[in-house]
């Protein structure tokens, strides 16, 4: 147990209640809340120990093993029997699967027998874990050596391996296999090939399983990133001997065996280390030899607080450890990493990207930008990329700058692998502001082929304009021209679309309303002719309300005209098809009227149509009455107003007689002009 705040060691438990019950030399194991899996180097079988009661979540109260109750099996592992094999262990994120694997060149010569059967010659085997109970599910024997394997952090069904593929001496190619347990059995679903330089000599995966870490032993790292399918390298001043990633996965540690540290960042870009105290002593390495004598490294892990999400009452610092445990001398050293509270204990990408800003390391900066995904982590890849761009555009804009500035901008609109289209759909409007702010930038500085090519990309017309008065200030008039051309290029272009889209909207409005019209059986007035007779029903008068509708703001108005109003001679005796805006569950008196008037119009009779609206389901029915309708006594006298349909730009004629306006026709140039 390890005190939050200083990192001093409280407690150290001791347990041997199993002690007698396990005599065999243990080469691994892995344990889970209720159970632990043991493996030997000398035997081909595995412990399992399975608990009664589970782990208590605190620590502190932690009791004896032989609290919680255990119980020991054994299991028969299939694979070569006798022989020192190096077993390793892997539980999946379910807890539900343990992996035992082992290196082929680990095994010893197979003596003179018949063929083995793929159970004797299997080096990774499936042990499934449910109810306190351990069976092997499954086992395969790799096309490869296997360098390493363990279960995926994203699918727990997944096992990722490493693999040495040499294909003659002094070749280095490792493939990176993805293997899936399916219906009792385990096959291979994909490799990637990786051409190296040296030999492998530890490997390990980010926590987002989108980065591969490989040290070799020509003292240099190599990492592939799996999104955008490019390999990086650098060399390093020792033999990494292992590797482990911290759980935010913007930096990773590098060890030699003798204990000498190195950070990087995702980028492989160096992170400097300094000792907690009052002198500055800045340094890319630390050296662990200096305070250890013949140490050598067996391996490192984080512990399971890391990182910190939050700051509790009471924390004076935030903080990570890392635990090391050195080989034969018993060594123990627990690594604390001291994060401070402004980032509530987080060392992820945006915390990075603060850092390389504040000392002003633009490149680093740029370069961790781009090797983060933007299907993962959308989010801090787009504030990453906020803090850079508002970074470098607050100073004068220089070759440097204005490359850099170029390839952070590029990481989302040229990326070396497509980006998913709802991570576009999301960022692709703020991310244009930023195009607009490298825009304008650009034209402050008088660098006008960057600037036109950039408001090519953007495609707006206002920023052609915007190159084309800043060139006439200039004095650059052809690209003044060629700028303003581009602006009209644009303009047509959004200005024909508009059109063809509504012109289709057109074709649709005209056909709806001829189905519409087929239903009925005589057709409708014309609006004009409809009004006129609905206010003469109702009044017997001249003076009629007509509605005027405004063809510009579509608003309508009710005006008093006095004087009858005709019909044109071309259309006394047609049927007009124009759809009437009164519905019957606005003011069922007036559509009714309007309806009554229309049928006596047409055919003079006392037989009317009258469309029954179904007031629960929304659907009309045609229905054919005897016999006059008689309005109710409290609407014969009433004015009805009934919208006119019918716009200038259809049918000017109708519309001029509806609203009882004089329309007079010239030609210009060819074309009708008509005025009011």
């Known amino acids: 147990m390890v005190a939050k705040n200083s990192g001093d060691v409280e407690k150290i438990f001791i347990d041997k209640s199993l002690c007698g019950k396990l005599t065999d030399k243990i080469n691994a194991g892995v344990w889970a809340e209720d159970f632990m899996l043991l493996s030997f180097c000398d035997k081909s079988k595995i412990c399992c120990i399975n608990f009664a009661r589970k782990l208590p979540t605190d620590f502190r109260k932690l009791e004896k093993l032989a609290a919680l109750e255990p119980k020991i099996s054994f299991i028969d592992l299939p694979g070569q029997v006798g022989g020192r094999l190096n077993r390793c262990l892997s539980l999946n994120t ?29 080096n990774v085997i499936l042990i499934g874990v449910k109810g306190g109970k351990f069976d092997v599910l499954a086992y395969l024997r790799t096309e490869c050596d296997p360098i390493h394997a363990a279960f995926s952090c994203q699918n727990p069904h997944h096992i990722l391996t490493i693999e040495s593929t040499p294909k003659n001496e002094g070749d280095n190619t490792i493939d990176s296999c993805v ?42 790292l190599v990492v592939y990133d799996c999104h955008r399918l490019v390999t990086q390298r650098r060399n390093i001043p020792f033999v990494p001997s292992e590797i482990t990633w911290h759980p935010a996965g913007s930096v990773v540690f590098i060890f030699s065996l003798q204990g000498d540290i190195q950070v990087f960042d995702m980028a492989l870009a160096p992170v400097l280390l300094q000792l907690a105290g009052e002198d500055q002593n800045e340094s890319r390495i630390f050296r662990m030899s200096e305070y250890f004598r013949d140490i050598k490294l067996s391996h490192a892990v984080w512990s399971c607080d890391s990182p910190l999400n939050y700051v509790s009452d009471g924390d004076v610092a935030c903080s990570d450890n890392m635990f090391m445990v050195f080989q034969d001398g018993g060594l123990l050293c627990n690594f604390r990493i001291e994060l401070g509270s402004l980032t509530l204990g987080r060392i992820g990408p945006r915390e990075i990207i603060e850092e390389y800003i504040k000392h002003n390391q633009a490149e680093q900066a740029v370069n961790f930008v781009n090797s983060i995904n933007w299907n993962d982590d959308g989010s801090s890849c787009f504030a990453c990329l906020s803090a850079v761009m508002n970074y470098l555009l607050k100073f004068p804009l220089t070759d440097k700058r204005e490359g850099l500035l170029e390839e952070t901008l590029g990481c989302f609109y040229t990326p070396s692998r497509p980006i998913n289209d709802v991570v576009v759909l999301q960022y692709r409007e703020p991310l244009s502001r930023w195009s607009r702010r490298f825009f304008y930038h650009l034209l402050r500085y008088k660098k006008f082929q960057k600037a036109f090519m950039l408001a090519v990309d ?60 087929n239903r009925v059986e005589n057709g409708s007035l014309n609006r004009a002719g409809l009004n006129i007779l609905a206010n003469q029903f109702e009044n017997g008068n001249n003076t009629h309300d007509f509605v005027e509708q405004n063809a510009v703001t579509g608003q309508s108005e009710v005006a008093e005209v006095n004087g009858e109003a005709e019909l044109p001679e071309n259309q006394q005796n047609s049927a007009m098809v124009l759809p009437l805006n009164t519905n019957i569950t606005q003011n069922p008196n007036v559509w009714v009227r309007a309806n009554i008037l229309a049928n006596q119009y047409e055919d003079g009779n006392t037989t009317q149509d009258f469309v029954e609206q179904n007031a629960t389901t929304g659907q009309s029915e045609v229905a054919e009455v005897n016999g006059e309708a008689e309005l109710p006594e409290n609407q014969q006298n009433s004015t009805t107003v009934l919208p006119l349909n019918t716009n200038i730009t259809q049918d000017p004629d109708v519309w001029a007689r509806a609203n009882n306006i004089e329309l007079e026709t010239t030609e210009n140039d060819g074309e009708e002009v008509i005025y009011l």
């Open 94 to 122: 379910s807890k539900d699967m343990v992996s035992i694997w082992w290196s082929l060149a680990s095994e010893e010569a197979w003596p003179w027998s018949p063929v083995a059967g793929d159970r004797a010659r299997a």
């Open 179 to 220: 293997y899936e347990f399916y219906k009792n059995g385990v096959k291979r679903v994909s490799a990637t090939s990786i051409s190296l330089q040296a030999a492998v000599s530890c490997v390990a995966w980010n926590n987002a399983e989108d980065k591969l870490l490989l040290g070799c032993k020509d003292k240099s």
């Open 458 to 517: 953007i495609g707006a017309a206002d920023l052609f304009m915007d190159i084309h008065f800043v060139a006439l200030d200039a004095g650059n008039i052809a690209l003044a021209e060629n700028a303003k051309n581009k602006a009209l290029e644009i303009d047509s272009e959004l200005l024909s679309t508009e059109t063809d889209s509504s012109s289709g909207v057109e074709d649709d409005d005209c056909i709806s309303i001829e189905e519409e019209n």
